[in-house]
């Protein structure tokens, strides 16, 4: 694509980055499954290695730099760098801006792993880290230090989906002259884009519905030039070295041509089932962001689309029909038929998952929303069935 910003996102997604193969103009791009790259002579090699030619994989290869080129035209960013995971690009992205003696304040509530990260690791090297409860943007600034390298936070947060303002904290964080980093992983930049919100780098784990498809894992990061400079040399070249396999690369490339149809469909199934279970007696509480009900239901029009994302959760009430909630929501989720119990999010199969206070996240899948919803009547019917004979 000729980096035309005017084109609409859909154009960007099949566009962005992709250009027909050089060397025999194959439309689809190849993959380009190798380790390293000739050079033609050492002179050769030599400028290969101080220009970021393609020499060997783990730095760079024509199926990473497509998906970045990409992605940083999705987000409105000036570079992007990709990694085997989401959470190889976290650590890399962390590794690469921190050092002992920095402070650094992370969102309550983020992906279980990355708590672990920042308050493990950082904590192993002499950085301070301070978690917050950044749903309240003000909370931020109280913790503000002058050492405080970066905020890091989510948006929606997983899986509570309370939302996080990144405009706001964006401008406190700034005064402060501390970066932010936001991981968009539920949101996708069909829903938000964190940098036009004022973050300094977006994180994404590309495992979900950026792939879309659950075959395989990959993160990125998305940001300045020089940012992203940072993150990749040496930290996640070298240090990290968690690079993306071509292939990989190559499906996630994929995916994303049709993320924008996807997407979509993830999030009127999402509020179609999330209206479905807020009917239903046996349901204490539903969260999703585009419901009414959602206390931050205003932000979620402001800051993604108006469109809630593709996950839903749930708390059965408690003592339904005799059953303690765990009971109540072991026995529904075994009940279902054609939702897996399965971690992730994001991809064509619908997904559950339950977390230590009964929360029940929903990763709505891309199947018929009515079969979805059918498949929880049943299982909801086998609680109250199994009431019934328990009373008889
Ligand atoms: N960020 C969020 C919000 C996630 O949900 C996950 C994984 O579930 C990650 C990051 C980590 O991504 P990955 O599993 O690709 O390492």
Redesign the pocket.
Known sequence: MNNNNNYDLETKLIHGGHKPDPATGALATPIYQTATFAAKTVEHFEELCQTWGYVYTRECNPNLSELEIKLSILEGGENAIVS???????ASTVLALVKSGDHVICSDG??S??KILMGELLTKFGVEVTFVDAVVPDNIRKELKENTKFVYI?SPL?PTLDLVDIKSISEIAHANKSLVIV?S??GTPIIQQPIKLGADLV??????FMNGHGDT???AVIGSKELIELVRWPSLCCFTGASLSPMNAWLITRGLKTLDMRMKRHCESALQIASFLESQDCVEIVKYPALKSHPQHELCKSQMNGLGGGIVSFKLIDGINGFTRDEASRKLMNSLELVTIA???GEEHTLVQMNGENLIRIAVGLESVQDIINDFIQAIQKIEGSFEKSEA
């Open positions: 085997t995971s989401g959470m190889g690009a976290i983020v992906f792993h990355t989510e997983n991981d992983t539920f994180i994404h784990s590309l495992t979900k894992l990959g993160g971690t992730s999010l």
